[in-house]
Every structure is written in structure tokens, then in C-alpha cells.
């Protein structure tokens, strides 16, 4: 696992690793910074317990009553086995629990509200979505420590997405589904686990996350539609073009009508049609051409046919140009294009 470290003068901060804990270096403001030491977690020496595993993801254990989803860390050594309203809509308890278990040790169990999904790490730290029973869109991400002491308890005012760690168990992940509370609504938060705190709190990433890997100064995001997404520990977007053009691709090749409508939109916002080199031109006609063959409504139809024929004017092409206009006129008989129409039809040698 990596640490935390924060230089005390410039406040710069970065990940180093755990075994360097206790040393000190030179940050790039010439201070010497010490590696925080952590303290040591002392697991409580529990009691055996008869432990039925049902599926791979769910337990029961007959001696304490318990029957619920659980998940275990990569080596197999912890379990995280969690009771929310579902689990206990059957019983007579009021609040959910989750308990951590060392093979078959049952280490604690805690009372939570309504946990409704939760990891645990190799070194048994533990990040726990707990769900409100409030009227409003809320929930509860915790991170507690192997021994279930509370590190963090973060509520936002939004449902919670999904939480999970990194792939090095550095720091856990957060994202939350869209609410009125702005602040909290689609949101990512990042935390680090050694000290346990809120590093920041931004944008969430288009898609599902499938990766999390930390760096020395960096926090690497992957989602299922194969973006990246490379922020600093402050949350900013160190990647922004890249992902830009990512998203833009992924919305050409998986979006409606509308989406390739949105990309031409926002291309031509940052520049004219006319300020555009060829290749860009082309390919703006080309998405034109691909929303135009799609499921849009008539009115945004003509507005594409009266674009398309008005660059293919611009290129003097002015056979392609009467064309777009006479399906302008199809779709609705006063597009305005029919002085337009008039004209090219003079000008262009009339075949037959
Ligand atoms: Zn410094």
C-alpha cells in the first residue's frame, strides 16, 4: 500500500510507499519531508465460527444468526459479509450489520443502517456503501480500519453508485447517481486509506468504472468504454483533450441521432465550418450525413438538410447542394429554400 505524504511548506502532496514509512526525502521546495508513520492495526482475536458458504456470494452463519452477500479480498484471507433491509426484512432485527471475517475467525460485526454492497483488502481495510432510509436520494460511504474502527464516514446526498478500491488498495473510489443536490449529484470522490481522508471530489467519469491505479502524484481512472482518465491528487483532469476525443469517438460510433447532432454542435461551436481544414470539414459532414440516416425528428432533419446544402455550396457543389435543398422542401414546404432552389436550378445545365 502507499501513504499519503504532504509536504509541510509548499502543501504538495504525493503517494510513497508504506515501507518507507519513518524515512524522510527532499521535496522539490528543498524541505525534508518525513513518511508518516501508521499506526499498527491490532486484529481482535475473534472466535471460530461455522461458517456455510451458500454461493460464491453469499454465507450464512448459523450461531450468530447470520444470512447475506459477502465478498472476500483477493487472497481469500478476509470476508465482508453485510445484512442490509433486504437481508433483514425477514428477522426481527431493526438495522443491518456487517461482519469481517479471517478464514474462519469472525473478527467484529457493527451496526450499520442499510449496508448495501462492500470490499475488503488483503490487509483487511474495508469500504462499505450504507444506504439511509431517508424520503431523499442519500447514502453513506464508509471506510473502516481491519479491526472496524471508522475511518471515514462520508454522507453524500445522492445514492451511491458504486465504492471499491484501487488496485493497490490505496485509495477507495465513490460515485454517485445524479440527485438535486448539485455538489453531490454524479459525482467521483477519491480518498486515500493511509491517513484516511477526502482527497477530492469531481465530475464522475462517463461509463462504469473498471480500474483504479495510483501513482506517486496521480489517480489513473478506467471505465468500460475504455476511457482514461489521468487526474492529479486534486481531482483536476490532467487529460482533458484525450478523454475529449474519446468520448466524442465513443458517442460517433454508439450515439443517436441527437449524440452525433450534440458532436457536430460542440466541434462547431470551437470553430466555422469555413475555419475547418478539409479533413475536418469532411468528417462533420460525414456525422451530418449519419444523423441525418438516423431516428431524428423531421424539424432537425431540415435543419442538417439546409447545412449539408449550404456547405456543399461552399464547395461549389452545386448539384449535391440542390439536392439537400429539395429534401428541406420535402420535409417541409416553407424550409425558406426556395429562392435557393430556384437559382441553382437556372444556373446548373438541366439534364435529360
Ligand atoms: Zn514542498
Redesign the pocket.
Known amino acids: 500500500m502507499l501513504i499519503l505524504t504532504e509536504?509541510p511548506?509548499?502543501?504538495?502532496r504525493g503517494f510513497v510507499d508504506q515501507r518507507f514509512a519513518g524515512q524522510s526525502g527532499r521535496?522539490?521546495?528543498a524541505?525534508e519531508?518525513t513518511v508518516p508513520m501508521q499506526p499498527t492495526v491490532h486484529l481482535p482475536a475473534g472466535r471460530a465460527v461455522p461458517v456455510v458458504q451458500v454461493s460464491e456470494s453469499f454465507m450464512e452463519i448459523p450461531t450468530i444468526g447470520f444470512k447475506g452477500p459477502f465478498r472476500s479480498s483477493d487472497s481469500g484471507q478476509f470476508r465482508l459479509g453485510w445484512e442490509g433491509s433486504f437481508e433483514i426484512a425477514l428477522t426481527a432485527r431493526k438495522k443491518g450489520r456487517i461482519i469481517l471475517l479471517s478464514g474462519d475467525t469472525l473478527l467484529w460485526q457493527k451496526s450499520l443502517q442499510d449496508p448495501v454492497f462492500g470490499v475488503t483488502t488483503d490487509a483487511g481495510y474495508i469500504a462499505v456503501h450504507d444506504g439511509t432510509f431517508s424520503e431523499t436520494p442519500s447514502g453513506v460511504l464508509y471506510i473502516l480500519s481491519p479491526n472496524g474502527e471508522e475511518l471515514v464516514k462520508h454522507r453524500f446526498r445522492a445514492n451511491i453508485d458504486s465504492c471499491g478500491f484501487s488496485d493497490d488498495d490505496s485509495v477507495v473510489c465513490c460515485t454517485t447517481l445524479a440527485s438535486e443536490r448539485v455538489a453531490d449529484s454524479c459525482k467521483m470522490t477519491v480518498f486515500s486509506v493511509l491517513p484516511a481522508r477526502m482527497l477530492f471530489k469531481r465530475e464522475r467519469p462517463v461509463g462504469n468504472i473498471t480500474r483504479l491505479a495510483v501513482g506517486q502524484q496521480t489517480i489513473q481512472v478506467t471505465t468500460d468504454g475504455g476511457i482514461e482518465y489521468r487526474c492529479s491528487l486534486d481531482g483536476t483532469l490532467l487529460n482533458e483533450q484525450a478523454v475529449k476525443t474519446k468520448l466524442e469517438v465513443l458517442r460517433i460510433k454508439n450515439g443517436n441521432g441527437y449524440d452525433l447532432l450534440g458532436v457536430v454542435q460542440s466541434r462547431l461551436s470551437e470553430r466555422t465550418f469555413d475555419q475547418m481544414s478539409p479533413p475536418q470539414r469532411y468528417e462533420i459532414v460525414r456525422i451530418f450525413q449519419k444523423a441525418q440516416a438516423s431516428d431524428i425528428s423531421d424539424y432537425c432533419k431540415l435543419q442538417v438538410c439546409r447545412m449539408l446544402g449550404e456547405y456543399a455550396l461552399s464547395y461549389n457543389e452545386k448539384g449535391k447542394a440542390l439536392i439537400y435543398f429539395q429534401q428541406a422542401i420535402e420535409l417541409n414546404p416553407k424550409a425558406g429554400v426556395k429562392r435557393k432552389i430556384k437559382q441553382l436550378q437556372e444556373e446548373l445545365p438541366t439534364s435529360g
Open positions: 509536504c511548506e509548499c502543501a504538495t521535496c522539490k521546495c524541505t519531508v
